[in-house]
């Protein structure tokens, strides 16, 4: 089983980041259920499942991707602030931590090993893809609406709707990160 602990080291650094105590161990909670509920048993197994089903990802699994959009997106703050004496909108830097750890959390859920090796989508996947699954689980922990915002609204699910400024760099971190791999895999990356 996975613990409180396994997380809290798979993600020391981004949980830094989160000032609000009690917001931080949500968030710790929150995947340790979605582990939970969707059989995972131990970090190596995190760190072997592929952050997506939707096209090749070349070994880089879902720890490693949770990671880089969670920094990915604080970096696109970060720049903003320093980029301009006064940012006409407010950025929540803790809103925007836990919306990146959390923001594909449902793909616990959504996919699960073939039984030969590889992965596929679980029944739960057919019935909810991961922004739908996801949000349940965060409201359920009792998050806030804005962090479900985050987690609903961050891949299609949330084109062309209203988004809390940090589901916008989420959302940009999250294709910054899967645009390049689509494109690598249908030759259409340029090296
Ligand atoms: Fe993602």
């Given at each position: 089983?996975?613990?409180?602990?396994?997380?809290?080291?798979?993600?020391?650094?981004?949980?830094r980041?989160?000032?609000?105590?009690?917001?931080?161990?949500?968030?710790?909670?929150v995947?340790?259920d979605?582990?939970?509920?969707?059989?995972w048993?131990?970090?190596?197994?995190?760190?072997?499942?592929?952050?997506?089903?939707?096209?090749?990802?070349?070994?880089?699994?879902?720890?490693?991707?949770?990671?880089?959009?969670?920094?990915?997106?604080?970096?696109?703050?970060?720049?903003?602030?320093?980029?301009?004496?006064?940012?006409?909108?407010?950025?929540d830097?803790?809103?925007?931590?836990?919306?990146?750890?959390?923001?594909?959390?449902?793909?616990?859920?959504?996919?699960?090993?073939?039984?030969?090796?590889?992965?596929?989508?679980?029944?739960?996947?057919?019935?909810?893809?991961?922004?739908?699954?996801?949000?349940?689980?965060?409201?359920?922990?009792?998050?806030?609406?804005e962090?479900?915002?985050?987690?609903?609204?961050?891949?299609?699910?949330?084109?062309?709707?209203?988004?809390?400024?940090?589901?916008?760099?989420?959302?940009q971190?999250?294709?910054?990160?899967?645009?390049?791999?689509?494109?690598?895999?249908?030759?259409?990356?340029?090296q």
């Amino acid at each position: 089983m996975i613990s409180k602990a396994d997380i809290e080291h798979l993600f020391s650094r981004q949980l830094r980041l989160i000032g609000d105590d009690t917001l931080r161990a949500k968030v710790v909670d929150v995947w340790v259920d979605a582990c939970a509920q969707g059989g995972w048993k131990s970090v190596d197994e995190l760190r072997k499942m592929p952050f997506t089903l939707l096209t090749d990802a070349h070994g880089v699994d879902f720890v490693a991707h949770t990671i880089a959009v969670t920094e990915g997106a604080v970096g696109l703050a970060k720049a903003q602030f320093e980029g301009s004496k006064k940012l006409p909108y407010a950025i929540d830097m803790d809103r925007l931590v836990a919306g990146g750890l959390l923001h594909d959390v449902g793909k616990l859920v959504e996919i699960e090993p073939d039984g030969s090796g590889g992965y596929r989508k679980s029944r739960s996947g057919m019935c909810a893809r991961h922004p739908i699954s996801g949000a349940i689980l965060v409201a359920k922990a009792g998050l806030s609406d804005e962090i479900v915002n985050v987690v609903a609204c961050h891949a299609k699910e949330g084109d062309g709707r209203p988004q809390v400024v940090e589901t916008v760099l989420i959302h940009q971190a999250d294709f910054a990160t899967f645009d390049p791999l689509v494109m690598l895999n249908s030759g259409r990356l340029i090296q």
